[in-house]
């Protein structure tokens, strides 16, 4: 019998007590106040929105957005492949890496993710990284996704979710030493006008900023997400025009991976961003961290934050996480969300920063077993975290679960 333990306060749970859940779960939290409670309560029965079966055998790398005028249409996205090994077992057994062609799938809820429609199906084909990214109207959503054919492909819907139309490859001009460029793991975001005290609000309002991860050539090689990456950068891009052109932006700390971004509070018309990104540098096992400003234009403050760890296995160095803005009275609180270990892909934690990510309030964990890919999306008073796990495998299964906030 496999037994997991808890970062966060050191006991051991076996699996016979854990309540059986599924491989992606969606975690909703009271976010009124712009803080996180450390109890939380399950609210009502599990909802397994992708579950394995012959036709799809494996779902991975799940992504979470909020659409709609009302700010209650929840999309959840999750990438199957059609392979014989969706995740290595969790004594770290050897990985299979059949051809992977699989598609990605969607479910939306209409109702804040009580209730959700039927699956549908998106793309179909060799994919990888992908990332969702709402405009300001809520109307608009924009999915980039990574194409063994074609490179990056935009798809775009006007409704919400209901209909995707497949508008092309992204064209972006980048610099010289930048020779390759795909989407994070994850969610983009626009930029808020209210967040800054300036009179007009921040310059650049409704700007839609993407994070990509880029390979740096003037850097050297690497070893991608498997050891040490030099060539590997966190970057952004962002567009004026509601994705119809797209400019390359900021980069991230040397040797980063994917990562996310979180609009901050600003006393001037320049806002301002907390960058959270993988680490595949020499020394991993904890979240490299960076701010961006002047609307998603420029980096920098590179750093590694040592309070948040990051698994660094036999099969992967570092991990997937997310970060999402809450706002509230005094600012904005960052949420993270992420595996609370360094040495395997378990321990599903949040946790949540009132001082711009410089120090972190103590863990909350949602599950205790095998768990990897996470991301975090606000829904009105709550906030919605769909992330990998499993009683076996990190990758097992999907559900969604409810949980309040005492």
Known sequence: MVAWCSAANRTIQS???MTQGVGVLMLIVSAACGCLSTRLT??????????????????????????????????????????????????????????????LLLRRSVDGGKTWGAMQSLFVGNIDFYAVTVAGDGLTVILMLQSSVGGTLLLRSGDAGVSWTNTG?????????????????????HLQGG????????????RLIVPMVCTN????????????CKGCLACL???????KTWTFGGTGPPESRESEIVQLKSSTADSTFYMNARNVGAAPGHRMVASCTGGGVSCGDYRVDESLTSPVTPHWTGIVDSVVGVPGSGGVSILFSGPASTTARANMTVRSSSDNGASWGPLTVVWPGPAAYSDL??????????FENGDTTFADRVSVQLITVL
Do not use: W
């Not at 209650?72 to 004594?91: G, H, I, K, Q, W």
């Not at 992204?170 to 989407?183: E, F, N, Q, R």
């Open 15 to 17: 699996p016979t007590t």
């Open 42 to 103: 399950l609210d009502g029965p599990r909802m397994d929105l992708f579950v394995p079966s012959l036709r799809y055998p494996c779902f991975r790398q799940p992504a979470i957005a909020v659409a709609g005028t009302t700010g209650t249409t929840v999309l959840a996205f999750a990438e199957n492949r059609n392979v014989t090994a969706c995740a290595p077992a969790f004594d770290q057994s050897t990985l299979q890496h059949p051809e992977e062609v699989g598609s």
């Open 169 to 189: 490859p992204l064209k972006v001009s980048a610099p010289s030493h930048i020779t390759g460029m795909k989407p994070t793991c994850g969610h983009g975001i």
């Open 195 to 206: 967040l800054c005290g300036a009179v007009g609000g921040c310059h650049y309002a409704n």
């Open 217 to 228: 050539a003037s850097a050297g090689g690497g070893g991608g997400d498997k050891s040490e």
């Open 237 to 243: 891009i962002f567009s004026d025009d509601t994705g």
């Open 377 to 386: 999306a606000v829904v009105g008073p709550t906030v919605a975290l769909i």
